[in-house]
Each structure stands twice: as C-alpha cells, then as structure tokens.
C-alpha cells in the first residue's frame, strides 16, 4: 500500500508491506525529489505487539546514492486500553552526487517467525534544487553557529621537523546532538599523521567558552609529525551532527488543531559543523647530523644483537637492531650494518611496535637480518652507529652497538675437490698395503679334487695377465684425469649436481625438509665451483652470476639461479616458509636453471 501524507508542508511517502498477526514494516522518505547535492532521510518502521523483539534488520541496496550517516535507531512503545505495543526506526541521511532516478531496494526484518519487506523506493534527484510546492518547517537554527561548533586545538604551533604535534578537536553544543558523523577528514599535508586512541563514547564535561556554558566532547584526537620544514596548513575536519530542533508547522486548514504558531514539535535535522584550519611553522634540523642519523627525533634507545658466535659454514646467524622509545617509530629508519662479503645477507624483516595510548606515539621497531657465512674463519661485524635529535637536549645523541667477533668453523663437507678424491685414493692404497698372516694351515685336498686340474687353471692362468693389462689402461686414464683435476670437474659437473638433485628428491619424499633445502644449495653451489673453476673460499652469487652472464647465459637461467639459491638457503632455517608444492617445485627449478646452463656450455663448445 501506498498513501502520501501532506503536513505543514512537508510531503511523506509511506510505502508499507507485509504484515504479520500484529505488526507491520514501513519505509518513508522525507522527499521524493532532491537537488543534486542535498540531503534526505529515509527511515525504515517496524512497529508492533512484539516489534522490541524484531531481529536480523537487513538494510537495502542504496545503490549509487551515498550513505552519510545510518543506520540512526530509535525506538518507542505505549500502553493503550492496557495493550502494550512499540517501535523500532532505522533512518539513513543520503545524497547523490549526480541528476537521475535511483531506486532503493527492499529491507528486510524478522518479526515473530515471519520475514516482513518493504517495497522499494523512487527517488529522482534533478540538477541544482528543485523549486519547493510546500513551505519548509520554521526552525530555531537561526544562530546555529553560536551554539554548535567545533575546535581544533594544537599543542603547540612552532615544532621541529619529525617533533610530535597534538591536536585535539572538540566538539561544542548548547543544542541537543543525537549522533554525529565524521564527513570529511583533515588533509595533512607535510605531516606523518597517526590517530591517538579514544572512547568510542567519549565523555561529556561542562566548559565555559567565552563567557558561555557548553557541553564538550573530544571526538578526535591525532599527533602529527612534519616531514619538511616551513610553514604547513591542514585543512578543517567537518562533521555531520544530527540537531534535534523544535518546529512549528502551519497549514492553511483553518479547522487544523495544530495550526497554532506556539505549537512546537522536535525535528531532527542534519548539520554540519567545520572546525577551524591551522597553520604551523616547522624549523629544520640542525646541519650537523652524525654519521648514523636516519631521521630519528625524540628520546630512544638502541640494541644491536647476535644469536651465536660460533657456526659452522653454511648455517645462519640472525643479527637482530631495535630501536625503542618516543617519537615517529613508524617512519624512522634502522641503521644499515656493514657486512663481511662472504657472508650472504637477506633482506630484513621489519617489526613495528607501536603505542598509541596516553596522546605520546612510543614504541619501538626491529630488523631481523638472516647471515649465511660461506667460507671458515674468523669474521668480524663492526660497530653499528645509530643517531637521533633529542628534543629535550636540543641535540644529536649517538649510540653505538658492539663490534661482533663471529667464528665460523667448516661445514659438513672437506673444502675442496682435490682433498676429497686425494682422500679416496689414499684408503685405496692403504686397502692394498695392508695384509694378514694366516696362522693355520688349512684343510687339505687331493690332487683330483683341486680346482688346478680343470678349467678354473686356466682361467687362472689367463685372467692375471688381463686384469694386468686393464689396470694398466685404467691408472693411466685416472693419471690423466686426474692430472688435469679442473678439466675433470668441470666434465662432471653436471652430473654430480643431478646426483645431489636426486638425493635432494628422496629427502623430500621421506619428510625432511630441512635436509631437502641444504642438499638443493650443495648441489647449486658444488655445481658452480665445478663448472667455473672457483674455490669455496672466493665463491659469491654476485661473481658467480657475473662470469656466467659473460659465458653468455641468458638473464631469465640467471634470475632462476638466483632464485632457487636464496629460496634453498631461506627454506633451510624456515622450513615452515614453503608448501609441499613449492618445495617440488623448486627442486624443478633448481634442475631447469642446471640444464639450461649446461646447454649454453655445450654450444659454446
């Protein structure tokens, strides 16, 4: 059903839908017809015996028509005749931007088992304003401004750059506010902006302003850090705040009984209130920032930290800098360390810790850097120097962490492919020095029955000379290849890390992922030691990726090799980090980027 209701002036449209035994759910709109820009209410009824017990409100679909405020809940009940019934109002305030018919879908609501609807809603807004039919409700909002209001108040108006700025905006009433809504944010321009934190409902307290009584609240409240120096401007917060008014309506019925100017009924109206702009003159720092300022201003302290001192090769250390205190923890920068250039470094990972509470930023911020060490020895991470301004000193303070003395012993393999195979041959020969006395004479056999009077004799007779001549051949082929020991790595390169690669695939296959990761870097690395004659010592991914470019590898192989090195090495001490389907893989991967290098070997040959 649909009726339109004409009062003082103001048209109603009331669209009403399905009813239960004793409640029904009405939609209303104030207008039908808006001006682009303005602004119109829509409320949504559920009124009944049991309409407080009303559940699972679903608003509808305003589709390109913007919600400034809603839902806004409001509900009331009477007695009549000894029946007690009530309501619950749901009311939007919306506008559209641009001209055009929109139309708000249904809402719905569960009243006592049973689903009731609206019916949709028309609502065409034309350009500018459209020319009113009827005369609009006289208000009292004539000095408005005197009585709601609000204030943006600065801690200071002079700071240093990156110094903290506090501004709190106050919201002023000698009218009655139901709610208000932030509409249109500050812009701070020049400014590192972070909210303070505050009570959703924040308290009410009495102030005189001026000379006058007022109901305040703080509606906001946002430390400011300025990022450049000179004057900087912010722009005014606004906020829509809901008025409840007294109105008087008139009507040309003279047989209305309500047609009395002194007759006055409540009416709450959309307003919205600016707070003032500011302006801040912010000085630079001084020129003579130390070595290790990286913008820090305000009070803190620094800590820099190891997890072990002695490793082997190829196992991580983690090297771990926070900075804690007060001031801009969020935007200031850690220190870089300096780093030994065998020992491989991946990028940090950053933590902030940051407090808003109390309207003093503090906290503090870390940078975990995961080292893989190459080679053996003796490394040493120097003093890491960290600066900031003090603003209570009004000057440079500079901090230093302690120099990190790292002792790195050899991994699980002898360094070297000489040693290795040097070794082999030497528990060949000691296999062959060694024999043992026989202490007993034996069993005894017949002449008839000896193995010598059939054909093993000859066998025995024709197979040392043989075995002679094939040992002859075989040691002068491996004192060939083994003169030439880099020439033999490089030929076998490619199949020892297909080797390790398989052995890398069973780890996989029984669980061991750890074991997985370390044998995928063994089979990478070994495979450019081999096929770039290079030492373990001197060997880095820089120079290793550089003389393969120069070989003539093409860049997608080398950004694969990469890949598949810092993903193997970052696996091995977070092996949590991949997915079974990652870990296969980068087991294809690895293998893909070895093939495609020995192909380009192969045709450069």
């Not at 108006?157 to 139901?178: C, D, F, M, N, P």
């Not at 109901?215 to 430390?223: D, L, M, N, Q, Y």
């Not at 209130?273 to 720092?285: E, G, R, S, Y």
């Not at 080292?371 to 960290?386: D, S, Y």
């Amino acid at each position: 059903m649909v009726r339109a209701i004409e009062s003082g002036g103001l048209i109603i449209l009331w669209f009403s839908v399905a009813f239960a035994q004793d409640g029904s759910f009405t939609a209303t709109a104030d207008r039908t017809k808006v001006g682009t820009g303005e602004q119109f209410t829509v409320t949504f009824n559920v009124s009944g015996a049991n309409a407080m017990g009303a559940q699972n409100f679903r608003a509808p679909d305003f589709g390109q028509l913007l919600v400034l405020s809603g839902p806004n809940t409001s509900q009331s009940y009477q007695i009549v005749n000894g029946s007690m019934s009530g309501s619950i109002a749901y009311s939007y305030v919306l506008y559209a931007r641009q001209a055009g018919k929109y139309t708000i879908t249904a809402a719905t609501i569960d009243y006592k088992g049973t689903q009731l609807k609206t019916q949709p809603i028309q609502v065409e807004v034309v350009q500018g304003k459209p020319q009113q039919k009827v005369q609009a409700p006289e208000t009292n909002l004539a000095n408005i401004g005197d009585n709601l209001f609000i204030r943006a108040i600065a801690n200071k108006q002079r700071a240093r750059v990156g110094e903290q700025i506090t501004i709190t905006y106050k919201l002023y009433t000698r009218v009655s506010v139901s709610g208000y809504d932030l509409t249109k944010a500050p812009t701070y321009e020049g400014f590192w902006s972070e909210d303070i934190e505050q009570s959703q409902q924040p308290a009410v307290v009495n102030e005189n302003y001026e000379g006058k009584q007022y109901r305040v609240a703080v509606i906001k409240r946002t430390a400011l850090f300025a990022t450049q120096a000179g004057t900087l401007k912010i722009a005014p917060l606004e906020v829509q705040c809901a008025v409840q008014v007294q109105t008087r309506r008139r009507s040309n019925d003279p047989f209305d009984v309500f047609n009395d100017p002194f007759f006055q009924q409540t009416q709450t109206q959309q307003i919205i209130v600016k707070a003032n702009p500011l302006a801040f003159t912010i000085d630079p720092l001084p020129s003579n920032a130390p070595i290790g300022f990286t913008g820090a201003v305000g009070q803190y302290t620094f800590a820099a930290t190891i997890d072990k001192n002695e490793v082997r090769a190829g196992d991580p250390i983690t090297l771990k800098l926070t900075v804690s205190g007060t001031g801009n923890v969020s935007l200031l920068s850690l220190p870089k360390p300096v780093l030994p250039t065998d020992l491989e470094a991946y990028d940090p990972k950053i933590t902030n810790d940051v407090a808003r509470a109390g309207g003093i930023i503090r906290g503090k911020k870390t940078a975990e850097y995961l080292l893989v060490p190459r080679n053996p020895g003796k490394r040493t991470i120097e003093p890491i120097p960290f600066a900031y301004y003090d603003l209570e000193k009004h000057q440079y303070i500079k901090l230093s962490s302690p120099k990190f003395d790292i002792t790195i012993t050899p991994g699980r393999e002898i360094a070297g492919g000489d040693a290795s195979i040097a070794s082999k041959e030497g528990i060949k020969l000691l296999g062959e020095d060694i024999r043992y006395l026989k202490l007993s004479s034996g069993e005894l056999q017949s002449l008839s029955e000896s193995p010598l009077g059939g054909g093993m004799f000859y066998l025995s007779t024709v197979l040392p000379p043989l075995l002679f001549v094939g040992a002859f051949v075989y040691r002068k082929r491996m004192k060939a290849i083994y003169g030439d020991m880099p020439k033999f790595r490089f030929q076998q390169a490619g199949k020892e890390a297909t080797r390790r690669l398989k052995q890398a695939k069973q780890l996989l296959a029984q669980g061991n992922t750890e074991s997985y990761h370390a044998e995928i870097s063994k089979a990478l690395f070994g495979y450019l030691e081999d096929k770039l004659h290079l030492e373990k010592s001197s060997l880095t991914v820089e120079d290793a990726v550089n003389r393969l470019q120069q070989r003539g590898v093409d860049d997608q192989t080398l950004a694969q090799l990469r890949t598949c090195i810092e993903r193997a090495d970052f696996a091995r001490f977070a092996p949590d980090s991949d997915t079974s389907g990652a870990r296969k893989e980068l087991l294809d991967a690895a293998s893909a980027a070895i093939n495609s290098i020995e192909r380009t070997f192969i045709h450069l040959s």
